[in-house]
């Protein structure tokens, strides 16, 4: 795997740092592609690991985290963002993991412990407002751009535009996916007609897609997400509602988001940074207590972390979802004076 820019900045500064010290763990670590909430929430805890001389990170990027769970869950990768979607998947075998089979994705996924978890930002459709598509209801016959060629964020795509659309991929519209670093120049190129995707707020690939032409950016009718089908799906394994009004958030210049009352809808992707179940205890803890002395950092590194719930406890777990918080992290958040549902513990 290759090293991102900022990991290689990252080891040389610590090694410069502990040059009168003993040496650090080394981590490895995968994340998504530089700009989303994986990507910052990993690099920001690589950062407090190395200024509090914990452990040096080496962060491989852009990274397709159904790989990267079963890179950790198979001991080959310390440290992954993992969608919790994917972790009760891959215990059912089922999904990306259907080659594994219903027993081996339960005896993976039974070596993967979570540190901490948090959201992926919200979904959404959107297009070039010189594009044939018009909104929720001008989706079929359309070529859409949805998602990686596997993965949680696809799976979710499809659903989505199912549940509002009414549309089904390879049926009711041409889906086309691509890998996370061609995003931005699919998009930009005009090779679909619109896009149905992962967003954050303010949302980078939207932002660099820009510059070829405004956009608009659909929310989830009213009446459709106080619907059964929809209630029923953001309380599905993994999945959460990522609900705010707008004014509370920061126009991008070229940018129109509709509603029809101010009020952002759509699914969130709950999710967490996961180890395999092998970490010593005090690494773990030491990661989840650095992880919570600098929330703060983590919400500075991009105006999208503000509203992932970084530092809260419990969020997404328990349930259908298959993994529990690894020992050492539960002592770190009850260290911090916060209670660790039951059903989370180990």
Request: overall charge neutral; aromatic content about 8%; charged content about 20%.
């Amino acid at each position: 795997m290759s090293l991102t820019k900022f990991a290689l900045a990252l080891a040389v500064s610590a090694s410069l740092l502990a040059s009168n010290a003993s040496a650090q763990n080394v981590i490895t670590a995968e994340t998504g592609p530089p700009g989303t909430v994986p990507f910052t929430a990993t690099t920001a805890l690589a950062e407090v690991a190395s200024a509090e001389k914990i452990a040096d990170f080496q962060v491989a990027d852009s990274q397709t985290l159904t790989n990267s769970l079963q890179n950790v869950a198979e001991g080959k990768t310390d440290v992954a963002g993992a969608p919790l979607i994917l972790t009760f998947l891959m215990s059912k075998g089922a999904g990306p993991y259907a080659k594994l089979g219903k027993e081996k994705g339960a005896a993976l996924i039974d070596n993967v412990r979570v540190l901490y978890t948090f959201n992926y930002g919200g979904f959404g459709l959107y297009a070039y407002n010189s594009a044939s598509v018009k909104g929720w209801d001008s989706v079929k016959g359309k070529t859409i751009l949805n998602g990686p060629p596997r993965g949680a964020a696809l799976t979710n795509d499809r659903g989505i535009l199912t549940i509002v659309a009414g549309a089904n991929d390879g049926k009711d519209y041409k889906g086309i996916q691509v890998n996370w670093g061609q995003m931005a120049k699919t998009i930009s190129d005009g090779s679909a007609d619109g896009m149905m995707l992962p967003i954050t707020f303010p949302d980078n690939r939207i932002t660099r897609s820009l510059s070829a032409g405004d956009m608009t950016l659909w929310s989830i009718p009213k009446d459709v997400w106080e619907g059964e089908a929809m209630q029923k799906y953001v309380k599905s394994p993994g999945t959460g509602s990522l609900v705010f009004d707008l004014k509370n958030v920061s126009p991008q210049k070229g940018l129109t988001i509709v509603s029809e009352d101010g009020i952002w809808r759509s699914p969130t992707t709950l999710a967490s940074e996961v180890v395999n179940k092998s970490m010593d205890f005090d690494t773990a803890k030491a990661l989840t207590a650095a992880m919570l002395r600098n929330v703060e950092t983590f919400k500075s590194k991009a105006p999208f972390m503000a509203t992932t719930q970084i530092g809260s406890v419990g969020v997404g777990l328990c349930g259908a979802v298959p993994v529990k918080y690894h020992p050492g992290a539960v002592a770190a958040f009850e260290e911090a004076g916060m209670t660790v549902p039951d059903c989370a513990k180990p």
